[in-house]
Every structure is written in C-alpha cells, then in structure tokens.
C-alpha cells in the first residue's frame, strides 16, 4: 500500500530559552548534530518534493535557530505552508515581520494556564510577552493559535484562559493532555486522571457556538464521544462529521528530528521508532520503504490489548494516540486510558464486580446480543465466566459476540472452551471455523465448519450457509457447489431459500 | 395499588406510581368529611370518589377515596381536615401525612446502558463502516458507500463522495460531496464539499465530480459565467460546438429551440438523449448531459444520466 504525507512535525532545533517543566523533548543547548543550514534547505526541498502540504517547526524552540525564517520561505518555495509553534519569548515585531515575509501559516503560542502558573511551568515572565505577542499579532492581522497542555495544574483555568483568549483575538486554540514523557516523567503527580478527559471534552464543547474562536481536541483526547466528535468537527468547520480515523503517523504525518532523523511522530521517538535518517538516505526512500513505520501502518486491532483489544471501535481507532499508550504504559500497544469511551466501560465493569446473580447477569447478556449492544454483552458475559468459567451457554453468546464485535482471539478461545466441554457442540465448530478463517487458517477453519455441517439437522442450517459462503470466499466455488448440493439434500428448499449465495457460488 | 388509611401516618411511594388515601367519614348522618387541606407539589391529584362500606344502616359510614400520583421525588406533607362542607373554617380533626417519592431504582441493564447510551457515544457503524464488498476497488462514478485510501490513488469503493484528493494529476475524488475550494495558482482542486470558488488561473479547472461553480468545467452541472456562450447559431462545421459555460449546446438530439434560418432551419438547442458516437464532435450518449468538455476536440459527454440505450 502507498501513503501519502500531507504533513508533519519537524523539530528543527533542541535548543531552547526555557526549561519547561513537562517539555516532552527535555531540550536545553542546540545539539552537536543539529543539521546545518545547507542540510535543512535540502530538507525543505524534500519536504516539497514528498508532497506535503502543511509542516510545523517546532523544537526546542524554533525561533532561536537563526536560519529558521530562510527555512520557513524555503518550505514555502516548495509549496508547503510552514506553521511554526513557540513559546513565545522572543516573538517580537521584528520576527514576526520576517515571519510573514517568509510565508509562514499560522504561529501557536504554547500557554499553559494563567500568569502564576504558566510562569511557573515554563519561565518567569513568559506570560507577560505572550499576552503583547498576541496583542501584536492581533494588530497586524496575523491567525494567532494557543497551545495548552493540560495538568491538574491548569485544568481548572480552562474557562478564564478562554475568555483572555478571546479577548486576544485568538482564533485557534489546541488543548492536549501533559504526558509523562521528557521532564514530566519526573511529575506524573502533575498528569490528568483518565476521568478528567470528560471534563476537558465537556469544556470544549461548551465553546462550539462560539464563532470566535475554534477550540481543537488534540489527538490525544477522544474517542467517539459525541460532545468531542462535535467539537472536532465544529473546529474544522466541517460539514460533515469529523472523527478519530486512527494515527496519521507514517501513514499521512512524519516527524524529523534536529539531527535528520524520521520518524512517524516526534513524540515517539525512541531509537527503535526512528526509521532513517536524512544525512543517509532521502526522505522519499525513507517514506515509501513498506518495511518502515510499520508500528503503525501495520497495526491491527488484534495487537492492542485490554480494552483496546476488545472496543467495538477498535478497527478504525486502534487505540486512539499511540503516545499516550506508550508513555503511559510503557508499551506502544497497551490499553489506552485517556479515552472517554474507555472510562465509561470501566464504570461499568466496576458495577458488575458487585454483582454475583449468574442468571441475573445471563439474562441481561442475552438480551444485550439480541439488542446489537455487543459491547455490554460482552462485558456482562465476561462477568459470568468469571464467576463460571464452564457456562455453556456463557461461552456460546462470548464467542459469539466477540466474533461480532471483531475480537476473532476472544472469539476463538471461547469456542475453543466449549469444545473442550462438548466436542460436538455443532455451534462451537462453526464459530471456531469462521475465527480461523478470520485469522488467517482458512485450511482448518473450514474444516471445523465441515464438521459443524455433517453433524447439523435440517432446523439449523447456518453451518451450510457458513460454510458455503466462506468456501466461496476461499476461492473453492466448485466444493461449495457439493456443498449445495448436500445441503439441499438434507433440507430441500435450501437453495430456494439460499439463492443469493446460489448466485455467487456461480 | 397501594392504599393508605386513616391508621397510617407515612406514605412511601415511587416517582410514577398511583396510590389512594382512604379515609372514613360519617358525612351522611353528620355532615363532616374529609377536605384535601394541603397538597405538596410532588403529588398530582387523580380523582375523587365516595365508596358506601358494606354496612346499610343509615348514617353508616363512607370511605373518601382520594387517588394520588406521584409525579416528583420529594418529602412532602399530605393533610387533610375534618369539616362541615358549610363551616368551612371549623375543621375538628386534621390528618396529616408524612409522603416520601423516591426515584424508582434503575434495572442493572439501564444502568450499564446509561453510561455508553447513543446520546453519549457514535453508533459503531457510523465509526467503523462497513464495506460489504472489496473487489473492483476504483469506482468512478455512482453512488458509493465507503471509502479506502491506497495505492497512492484516492480509491472509492462505495458510498456517497464526500471529498476531492488534492493531486493536481489525477483529481481523485476521496470523501464525498466537495464543499470547498483550495485556491491554488495552478489548479483549482476541490477538496470536501460543494465547491463554491474558482480558479483564477487559466490552467485547467479539476473538478471530476461535483457542482463547480468554476470555469473550466470538465464534468458536473456547469453554472453560467458572465461572459458564458450559449450558442445559439448553427456551427459551420462540426467541430465548431464549444459550449464554455452555462447549458450546453450539442449538436443533435432533440430541440428546444428552433433557428429560423434562410438555408437550414435545423434545430440547435438541444437536450440530448441519445446520438451516435463521434469522437471529433460533441458526442452525447443516452442521457441527459451534466457537462461538458472544454475542449472541442473532445467534447465528449461523459457523465450523466442515462436515459435511453437504443442506437438509433
């Protein structure tokens, strides 16, 4: 498959005029290996020629590399609209002169919270020369964005930030969660709850009929709550639904590092998710390498784990951002807390600890499957197996709702249990079938739904019709044509019954 | 239904529940009954009813039925007094009671619906669409239902459009119905949604599908321009029928007009319904045409909707 970037974080610097207490990137000095000025102008042209149409500059801070406007109008030359994020100290008339000289989009001034505190998270003073910074570019006419990483420091300044921002003029405003990573590794008493993600998400969307001012989720706030969908798409001015399509990086987004280094995001960048280096090997080679980046473009829902592994939007969000598993967890494709969907799941796996009524909790499993609210069945039911780990029936309804739900691995084991309990059980077979097909065992998956058809009567034909189909499916049209056959032969009227499948059997 | 006499001093109800108050009375032979005092909010009054008891002897005694709802959680005092319906002031007994409406208690199904209802959380077909089939993955024209990117081309499987890849080569259309324009000297690509812009530049339009309002309209409904040509003349030749903007005028099929002309009053305004191919005139194919190409060359039809198959 071949992905096209769009855009990307370049980190064009670790030198910095602050030391920020949850600087992600721990940056201080300009490294030794910082690219020099001939090598970034051959990034920008590389930039171009990949095909991207937006980049950030970022660092450390980007300002206080002195070629950083010859960067931005080089970009800019190669049709790609450079958008740079600072602290905003040393963002005066002048730099901002150059800036629009050099065709830069959009400045984001990092804020995170209000005077007192955001002098204390990054440096005395900061808060004073952002406010003239953004006074300056409300004068001159220039899209001033704000940047807030959230703590349990500032996340109660929500609301008056807000109202100083607007007053501002700002017109964009990102809000994303601190993380620990960098030098907030070392504060993690400073991180959000997971819950708190709901009280973020409910102040975003607060604002959304507020033509003033657009107020982003970041990428790590989410997913599939309807206050965020809408907020997202109320700050895209979408007239469509915008969501949570799963991580762009490597797939739509880059990151380059001070030294050349790519990788899919800037965030994760541990040794192992670099995956080459621009003083080496062009960037084009580098992206369109199939074996690169391949934590993410080959990441399938069946390789996160906990909830993530089991959420009924596992397929398209595959555990929303990447970042906040790994920094949280330790592990790139562990469960990702900060989700709102994922807090209120865990609410109510912790009502169902309280509760022991096997038939009580059966019956509103069952109910759950019949009703399409497989995620509910499926906890429930987890519940009951829990406390019964041989319930036939229990078995029967997870296997079934984890297959629906596209967690074939569950699927797969609760089949596989009740196989272990009754050999012969005709629904087990064809579940275990139509799981190892899903998983790639096609071969001894249809096997399995062999068995389940020889041993079915003719008041229970869905092994045939699952057999038959996933035969086709396989390529194998002319047995499932014997199939057919077969089929009719124990219940005349199948194929009558079945002429669709008739017709694709061919 | 609960009933509450005389006797008991507390009634406990849930929210929604109907409940009687029964009280006895000698209005009869005595001219007392039970008045309805004082009434808490929390409580709707249903009805009113006498009920003889089982005893005929005159002046025996009456049960006052009076029918509650209970329409609020709340604790609340219920009265009643004792009095002649004419000496109104002169209550001899008052009965009070202590009312307590309580939320009625959530079924465990409820509750763990609650927490993930559909006016909390997206439906998971919306976030996760299906597509029911993955071969021929390049549809150019219909009415798809889902999208998958690949390949390097914007690939659309089935679905409703609903956005335009930005690729100056090979305008692609990704997600739906394009809504905007992105201003761009070279091209005038539109991305998401129903274009409303235009290119400035003379280079040509893309637009694939869509309702461009633009110039240079390859395929689409074009909309009349200021200085749009509608030719209403008959080409000398035919490779003389270029419609630039506005309805397209083409060549045969049938009038909507007829020139009055000294030598030839053939018909040139036409909606086309069907022609015989000829790749060097402005060749229309059963249907109705939604656009047309700029290029007299290949003023071909190509999108629209067919309307008759028949070679005539």
């Given at each position: 498959m ?7 974080v370049?980190?064009i610097t670790?030198?910095c ?12 000095e300009p490294?030794?290996d ?13 930039i ?10 970022s660092?450390g801070e980007?300002?206080t590399r ?8 080089r970009?800019?030359d190669?049709?790609?609209i450079p ?17 629009i000289e050099s065709?830069?989009?959009t400045?984001?001034?990092?804020l ?25 570019m ?8 704000v940047i807030?990483?959230?703590?349990n ?7 008056a ?7 501002k003029g700002?017109k964009?405003?990102?809000l994303q ?12 008493d400073?991180?959000l709850?997971?819950e708190?993600?709901?009280d ?5 969307h ?11 989720p ?6 599939y709550?309807i ?17 949570w ?34 003083r ?7 992206w ?9 473009r ?17 397929e ?12 949280m967890n330790?592990?790139?494709n562990s ?18 600890e ?5 038939n009580?909790?059966?019956?509103v ?12 069945s ?9 406390l019964?780990?041989?319930n ?7 296997g ?6 596209g967690?074939y691995?569950d ?5 596989q249990k009740s ?6 059980n ?15 065992e096609?071969?001894k998956?249809?096997?399995?739904l ?9 008041s ?6 699952d ?6 499916e ?6 499932a044509l014997?199939?057919?056959?077969e089929a009719e ?13 008739r017709?694709l059997?061919? | ?9 507390k009634v406990?109800?849930k ?20 008045a ?15 009920v003889?008891?089982?005893s005929?002897?005159?002046?025996a005694k009456v ?13 609340a005092?219920?009265e009643f007094?004792l009095?002649?319906a004419w000496e109104?002031l002169n209550?001899?007994?008052?009965k ?8 009625q208690?959530s079924?465990?199904?409820?509750d763990?619906?609650?927490?993930i ?12 669409p ?5 071969q021929?993955p ?6 798809p239902?889902g ?9 659309l499987?089935?679905?409703v459009?609903?956005?335009?890849a930005k ?5 692609q259309?990704?997600y ?13 690509v539109?991305?998401y949604?129903?274009p409303?812009g235009?290119s400035?530049?003379?280079e040509?339009?893309?637009l694939k599908?869509g309702?461009p ?38 060549k ?12 030839n ?8 319904h069907?022609f015989e ?5 402005c060749?229309?194919?059963y ?6 190409a700029?290029?007299d ?12 198959k028949?070679?005539?």
């Amino acid at each position: 498959m071949k992905y096209n970037a769009v855009t990307g974080v370049w980190e064009i610097t670790m030198g910095c005029n602050m030391r920020c207490k949850h600087c992600g990137s721990i940056c201080m000095e300009p490294l030794p290996d910082e690219l020099t000025t001939e090598e970034a102008l051959n990034v920008c042209d590389q930039i171009g020629e990949l095909g991207l149409k937006w980049i950030t500059l970022s660092g450390g801070e980007p300002l206080t590399r002195k070629d950083w406007h010859m960067l931005a109008k080089r970009l800019k030359d190669n049709n790609v609209i450079p958008n740079i994020i600072t602290n905003g100290w040393i963002l005066n008339e002048e730099t901002l002169d150059k800036a629009i000289e050099s065709g830069v989009g959009t400045f984001a001034i990092s804020l995170d919270g209000l005077k007192e505190t955001h002098d204390f998270i990054r440096r005395e003073g900061s808060y004073d020369r952002i406010m003239n910074a953004l006074e300056l570019m409300k004068r001159k006419g220039i899209t001033a964005g704000v940047i807030t990483t959230l703590t349990n420091r500032n996340i109660n300044q929500l609301e008056a930030l807000y109202n100083i921002l607007v007053e501002k003029g700002v017109k964009i405003w990102q809000l994303q969660i601190g993380l620990p990573m960098g030098n907030l590794a070392d504060n993690r008493d400073m991180l959000l709850t997971p819950e708190q993600v709901d009280d973020v998400i409910d102040f975003i969307h607060s604002t959304i009929t507020d033509k003033r001012i657009d107020v982003y989720p970041a990428d790590c706030l989410g997913y599939y709550n309807i206050k965020e969908v809408e907020s997202r798409t109320k700050a895209n001015n979408a007239q469509s639904l915008v969501m949570w399509k799963g991580c762009n990086a490597g797939k739509r987004s880059l990151g380059i590092l001070h030294n050349g280094d790519i990788l899919g995001c800037t965030s994760i960048r541990d040794r192992e998710y670099i995956e080459g280096n621009i003083r080496k090997t062009p960037l084009r080679e580098i992206w369109d390498n199939e074996n690169n980046f391949s934590w993410n473009r080959k990441l399938k829902k069946d390789k996160l784990s906990g909830m993530c592994q089991k959420c009924t939007y596992g397929e398209t969000c595959l555990g929303g951002c990447p970042n906040t598993r790994l920094t949280m967890n330790g592990d790139i494709n562990s469960e990702n807390m900060y989700c709102s969907y994922n807090v209120a799941i865990k609410k109510n796996i912790k009502k169902l600890e309280n509760i022991n009524d096997i038939n009580k909790l059966m019956g509103v499993g069952k109910k759950f499957a019949a009703e399409g609210e497989l995620q509910l069945s499926q906890i429930v039911l987890e519940r009951v197996l829990i406390l019964e780990s041989d319930n036939k029936e229990a078995l029967d309804y997870y296997g079934y709702v984890s297959y629906m739900l596209g967690n074939y691995s569950d699927s797969l084991k609760a089949n596989q249990k009740s196989l272990d309990l009754e050999p012969n059980n005709i629904y087990a077979n064809k579940g275990y079938g139509l799981c190892l097909c899903k998983l790639g065992e096609a071969d001894k998956g249809i096997e399995y739904l062999k068995k389940s058809a020889s041993m079915t009567t003719d008041s229970y034909m869905e092994p045939y019709h699952d057999l038959i189909l996933t035969l086709i499916e396989n390529g194998r049209k002319q047995e499932a044509l014997e199939v057919f056959k077969e089929a009719e032969a124990k219940c005349p009227g199948f194929t009558q019954i079945n002429q669709r499948l008739r017709g694709l059997a061919g | 239904m609960k009933e509450f006499n005389s006797f008991e001093e507390k009634v406990a109800v849930k929210k929604g529940e109907v409940f009687d108050v029964v009280l006895e009375s000698q209005v009869v032979s005595t001219g007392y009954a039970w008045a309805l005092s004082s009434m808490p909010n929390c409580l709707n009054l249903l009805e009113v009813a006498y009920v003889s008891t089982s005893s005929s002897v005159a002046g025996a005694k009456v049960n006052q039925v009076y029918r509650f709802a209970a329409v609020a959680e709340a604790e609340a005092c219920l009265e009643f007094s004792l009095c002649r319906a004419w000496e109104p002031l002169n209550a001899v007994q008052k009965k009070v009671y202590h009312v307590n409406v309580s939320e009625q208690e959530s079924s465990l199904e409820d509750d763990l619906k609650f927490s993930i209802s559909k006016d909390k959380f997206l439906p998971t077909d919306v976030v996760n669409p299906k597509v029911t089939r993955e071969q021929s993955p390049v549809i150019p024209y219909g009415v798809p239902i889902g999208v998958v990117e690949g390949n390097g081309q914007c690939i659309l499987k089935y679905g409703v459009p609903q956005g335009l890849a930005k690729n100056n080569e090979n305008c692609q259309l990704k997600y739906g119905i394009p809504a905007s324009i992105v201003e761009d000297e070279n091209n005038c690509v539109v991305e998401y949604g129903i274009p409303l812009g235009k290119s400035n530049s003379d280079e040509e339009c893309v637009l694939k599908y869509g309702a461009p309002l633009a110039t240079n309209l390859l395929y689409g409904v074009p909309c009349a321009k200021e200085d749009a040509v509608y030719p209403l003349y008959k080409a000398a030749d035919s490779n003389d029928i270029v419609v630039v903007y506005g309805v397209p005028t083409l060549k045969y099929g049938i009038a909507d007009a007829t020139i009055a002309n000294a030598s030839n009053t053939d018909s040139y305004c036409y909606t086309p319904h069907e022609f015989e191919e000829n790749e060097n005139n402005c060749v229309v194919k059963y249907g109705v045409p939604t656009g047309i190409a700029k290029d007299d060359n290949d003023c071909i039809l190509k999108y629209g909707a067919p309307v008759l198959k028949d070679n005539k």
